[in-house]
């Protein structure tokens, strides 16, 4: 089976209607989708009607925005109700402040000569409340700044460069009680991008399991193959579901959909049991 549990649409930051990014799955083998925009649930029931008539399974996802000690991670809801109260209130409540970001990152940017980005970010995006770094990617590109998306992050849009703004998103707890509530399953999203020491890593590790968080992306676009063994020697130490997806947000522009290797046989997938 062919299964790629973590993708973006318009709906956020991926460059695809949902209707379409389904239909490229399909088209390329994908068996099992999960939609995951960021924080934001209203591209799913596009996905899941384009999924029905593509006869391939369709999971309701969602990526949210997370602030653990200083530092941003991903957390996917697997499986969630989109009509669940707590998660659709919850989600508000971390796109609130995205526009002020867009304004400040703007300014930042305006200081060292990069005109009109806040204007021309939010024509990247569809939705102006989802704005964020891709769209000024995208928008750096377009004016010729970078070369590319990846370019664009490197110098404008990480830590430390003149784009970046530090932002409050959800807490960890706080989003595993969304997803919970929701039904759902929590994955950590790409553990390997965090740059998490060893001993930081053990410690989120334990506190995601406990707030009842069930899974762990092993592989997934940004990861190498090293560190397809570390996560999934992690996922084994700390009895969680492993999860493949590829993180899709566009043509070229990294992974494909479905385009991943498939998990380690030891370990256990996270959509083991969830039936035809
Ligand atoms: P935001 O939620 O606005 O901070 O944007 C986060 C998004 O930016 C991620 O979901 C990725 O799509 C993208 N992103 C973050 N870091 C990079 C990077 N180094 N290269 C390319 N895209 C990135
Ligand atoms: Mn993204
Ligand atoms: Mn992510
Ligand atoms: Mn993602």
Redesign the pocket.
């Known amino acids: 089976m062919r299964v790629d549990l973590h993708c973006?649409s318009t709906a956020?930051?991926g460059a695809l209607e949902p209707a379409a990014v389904v239909e490229r799955a399909a088209a390329r083998g994908v068996d099992v989708l999960a939609l995951t925009d960021?924080?934001q649930l209203d591209g799913l029931a596009e996905a899941r009607e384009a999924a029905h008539a593509a006869r391939i399974k369709f999971v309701d996802g969602v990526?949210i925005?997370v602030s653990w000690r200083g530092t941003?991670l991903?957390v996917l809801g697997l499986r969630v109700d989109p009509t669940s109260e707590l998660l659709v209130d919850g989600l508000r409540t971390v796109r609130a402040g995205?526009l002020e970001?867009a304004r400040d990152m703007a300014r930042s940017l305006d200081e060292v000569g990069i005109a009109g980005s806040f204007e021309g970010a939010l024509q990247q995006a569809e939705d102006p409340a989802m704005?964020?770094?891709?769209?000024?990617?995208r928008y750096l590109v377009e004016i010729g700044a970078v070369p590319d998306?990846?370019g664009?992050?490197?110098r404008y849009?990480?830590p430390g460069k003149p784009g970046f703004v530090p932002?409050r998103?959800a807490a960890l707890g706080e989003a595993l009680g969304w997803i919970r509530a929701a039904g759902g399953h929590a994955v950590l999203a790409h553990p390997g991008?965090y740059g998490l020491s060893a001993g930081a890593m053990d410690e989120l590790l334990r506190e995601f399991c406990g707030g009842g968080g069930e899974g762990i992306e092993v592989v997934t676009g940004?990861h190498s193959p090293d560190q397809y063994g570390l996560f999934a020697a992690l996922a084994t130490h700390h009895g969680l579901a492993a999860s493949r997806g590829s993180?899709f947000?566009g043509p070229a522009?990294?992974v494909e959909l479905g385009g991943l290797p498939a998990l380690d046989p030891r370990l256990r997938p996270i959509w083991q049991g969830w039936g035809p």
């Open positions: 973006h956020s930051d960021h924080d990526e925005s941003t991903h995205r970001r704005v964020g770094r891709t769209h000024f990617a998306v990846r664009a992050f490197r849009l990480v932002h998103w991008r940004s993180d947000h522009e990294g």
